[in-house]
C-alpha cells in the first residue's frame, strides 16, 4: 500500500525552525519527484517546494527562498523540509506529495503534519 | 506565474443534481490541468489530470474538459461524499506551480 506520513510538526515561536520529515512506501521512490504544499487554516492550497528525483534540482515558492531548504535520503525513503525564520504566516499544514517529473500531477499526498508559529 | 481562477466559491446543489465548476488560467496551461478534491479534515485526493482523464479508482460520475485557458469539472449526479471543496491546479509552466483558489460545493 502507498503511504506517505508526515512528522515534525509543532508550535513554534517566530523565527524558530523545524525539521518536517515525510516517510513514502510503497512505490518506487527515485522515480519521484517529491514536494510540500501546505495549507493555512480555512485556505486553499500552496505549493511549497520540490525536489527532482535525483535531488539536483529543488524549487521554492518565493515567500519560503532563502528560509526553507528541502532534501531527500533515497536510502530511507524520506524526503525533509528544514524550516529556519519560521513567521505566523507559514502557520498551515503542511502536506507531503509526489509527482512523476516535470508535467505531471500530484498523484498521492499524505495526512499532513500542522505548523503553528505563535508567541 | 500563472494564476488560476475558479467560480463560482461556492456552489449550492441537491444531490441527485449536476454540479459545474469552472477553472480560468491567465494563460496557456494546455491540457496540463488536473482537479483534486478535498473534504473536511482530509487530504487533497487527485481526481482529474491531464484536464479529462480520471484517475485511478474514481467514479465516472466525475469528468472534466477544457484545453489552453478554460476548463470545466463536471459532477453528474451529486452524492453525499461529494459536498466537498475543489482545486485545480497548474502544471504546465513551473516553477511556481499554482492552485485556484477553490469551490466549495455545498447541499442546497
Known amino acids: 500500500e502507498l503511504q506517505l506520513v508526515e512528522s515534525g510538526g509543532g508550535l513554534v515561536q517566530p523565527g524558530g525552525s523545524l525539521r518536517l520529515s515525510c516517510a513514502a512506501s510503497g512505490f518506487t521512490f527515485t522515480t519521484y519527484t517529491m514536494a510540500w504544499v501546505r495549507q493555512a487554516p480555512g485556505k486553499g492550497l500552496e505549493w511549497v517546494s520540490s525536489?527532482?528525483?535525483?535531488?539536483?534540482?529543488?524549487e521554492y515558492t518565493d515567500s519560503v527562498k532563502g528560509r526553507f531548504t528541502i532534501s531527500r535520503d533515497d536510502s530511507k525513503n524520506t524526503v525533509f523540509l528544514q524550516m529556519s525564520g519560521l513567521r505566523a504566516e507559514d502557520t498551515a499544514i503542511y502536506y507531503c506529495?509526489?509527482?512523476?517529473?516535470?508535467?505531471?500531477?500530484?498523484?498521492?499526498w499524505g495526512q499532513g503534519t500542522l505548523v503553528a508559529v505563535s508567541s | 506565474e500563472i494564476v488560476m481562477t475558479q467560480s463560482p466559491a461556492t456552489l449550492s446543489v441537491s444531490p441527485g443534481e449536476r454540479a459545474t465548476l469552472s477553472c480560468r488560467a491567465s494563460?496557456?496551461?494546455?491540457?496540463?490541468l488536473a482537479w483534486y478534491q478535498q473534504r473536511p479534515g482530509q487530504a487533497p485526493r487527485l481526481l482529474i489530470y491531464g484536464a479529462s482523464t480520471r484517475a485511478t479508482g474514481i467514479a465516472a460520475r466525475f469528468s472534466g474538459s477544457g484545453s489552453g485557458t478554460e476548463f470545466t469539472l463536471t459532477i453528474s449526479s451529486l452524492q453525499s461524499e461529494d459536498f466537498a471543496i475543489y482545486y485545480c491546479?497548474?502544471?504546465?509552466?513551473?516553477?511556481?506551480?499554482?492552485f485556484g483558489g477553490g469551490t466549495k460545493v455545498e447541499i442546497k
Open positions: 506529495t509526489k509527482k512523476l517529473p516535470r508535467t505531471s500531477p500530484f498523484d498521492n
Open positions: 494563460q496557456t496551461v494546455g491540457s496540463n
Open positions: 491546479q497548474q502544471y504546465n509552466n513551473w516553477p511556481p506551480l499554482t
Open positions: 525536489i527532482s528525483k535525483d535531488a539536483t534540482i529543488t
